[in-house]
């Protein structure tokens, strides 16, 4: 059943066969696990992934378009639909007994970050993570110190998650064609983080402070905030910017901060 893409839900429907199908051998859904999917849509990811499993829940904020999710999919399984806004779902109501949960999705480019950070709250009973972004989006997740791509989203994707880039979705694997590239990333929370960064929150605050003005130098970016003899004791010049700076000297960096009780 046929729907019309809204573009104020950022729907692009996937579908081209052959992509889901490898989507479906990278997810290699087992008949004992609980996935959740993001934004079904019509179907195209709902269909394959019940037929392994039986049951799927899936979150959907588009009440239009539940009426022909269940017509396309509802018959191969039990399929449990809450409509609801992403952002504010609570994962920990599907999680059963502190069940782990696999979360996959087609997410809408346009909040695609956060719900990424949304996720981040619940990665004590995620075990990972599939899904289908902008490539460009993709990139910054994976990207390292020195890098075009490396920003915020790169350090702190990376502190809570081992991020896997797998393959490239071209446009016309959708309907309509965004006119974007795609890509599949596998997510997986780091069960021990690689640095200790202290108070996340404070850690989260100074990672956004130093890439507010990449331009500028942290000498400038983070004056307020900590001394020339912090940056340099994290092995940082203060003539550096901030894509220059790694995820473990950031950390060596949060840390001395929070020692000396100042907040950025």
Same mark, same amino acid.
């Given at each position: 059943?046929?729907?019309?893409?809204?573009?104020?839900?950022?729907?692009?429907?996937?579908?081209?066969?052959?992509?889901?199908?490898?989507? &479906?051998?990278? &997810?290699?859904?087992?008949?004992?696990?609980?996935?959740?999917?993001?934004?079904?849509?019509?179907?195209?990811? %709902?269909?394959?992934?019940?037929?392994?499993?039986?049951?799927?829940?899936? @979150?959907?904020?588009?009440?239009?378009?539940?009426?022909?999710?269940? &017509?396309?999919?509802?018959?191969?399984?039990?399929?449990? @639909?809450?409509?609801?806004?992403?952002?504010?779902?609570?994962?920990?109501?599907?999680?059963?007994?502190?069940?782990?949960?696999?979360? /996959?999705?087609?997410?809408?480019?346009?909040?695609?970050?956060? @719900?990424?950070?949304?996720?981040?709250?619940?990665?004590?009973?995620?075990?990972?993570?599939?899904?289908?972004?902008?490539?460009?989006?993709? #990139?910054?997740?994976? *990207?390292?110190?020195?890098?075009? #791509?490396?920003?915020?989203?790169?350090?702190?994707?990376?502190?809570?998650?081992?991020?896997?880039?797998?393959?490239?979705?071209?446009?016309?694997?959708?309907?309509?064609?965004?006119?974007?590239?795609?890509?599949?990333?596998?997510?997986?929370?780091?069960?021990?983080? %690689?640095?200790?960064?202290?108070?996340?929150?404070?850690? *989260?605050?100074?990672? %956004?402070?130093?890439?507010?003005?990449?331009?500028?130098?942290?000498?400038?970016?983070?004056?307020? /905030?900590?001394?020339?003899?912090?940056?340099?004791?994290? #092995? &940082?010049?203060?003539?550096?910017?901030?894509?220059?700076?790694?995820?473990?000297?950031?950390?060596?960096?949060?840390?001395?901060?929070?020692?000396?009780?100042?907040?950025?």
């Amino acid at each position: 059943m046929q729907h019309k893409a809204r573009k104020r839900f950022g729907q692009n429907f996937l579908t081209d066969t052959s992509v889901i199908d490898r989507i &479906i051998q990278s &997810i290699n859904p087992q008949a004992d696990e609980k996935l959740v999917e993001i934004g079904p849509g019509l179907g195209a990811l %709902t269909c394959p992934l019940m037929k392994r499993l039986g049951k799927l829940d899936v @979150i959907e904020l588009d009440r239009d378009i539940i009426p022909k999710l269940k &017509i396309n999919c509802g018959l191969t399984g039990e399929l449990n @639909i809450h409509n609801a806004d992403v952002l504010k779902f609570d994962f920990a109501e599907l999680s059963k007994n502190s069940e782990r949960l696999r979360i /996959v999705g087609n997410l809408p480019y346009n909040i695609s970050t956060p @719900i990424m950070f949304h996720l981040v709250n619940y990665t004590d009973i995620i075990s990972d993570m599939h899904f289908m972004l902008q490539k460009e989006v993709v #990139n910054r997740l994976a *990207a390292t110190a020195n890098t075009t #791509n490396y920003s915020r989203l790169s350090v702190m994707a990376q502190y809570y998650f081992k991020v896997s880039p797998l393959f490239l979705v071209p446009p016309e694997a959708f309907s309509p064609r965004p006119k974007v590239d795609s890509a599949i990333v596998r997510l997986q929370p780091q069960k021990k983080k %690689t640095v200790d960064v202290g108070d996340e929150k404070f850690f *989260a605050r100074l990672i %956004t402070r130093a890439f507010s003005q990449r331009r500028k130098t942290l000498r400038n970016v983070l004056k307020d /905030v900590c001394s020339h003899d912090q940056l340099a004791a994290a #092995n &940082i010049d203060p003539g550096q910017r901030a894509q220059e700076i790694s995820l473990p000297q950031f950390a060596d960096l949060s840390r001395r901060i929070q020692a000396d009780n100042i907040t950025p």
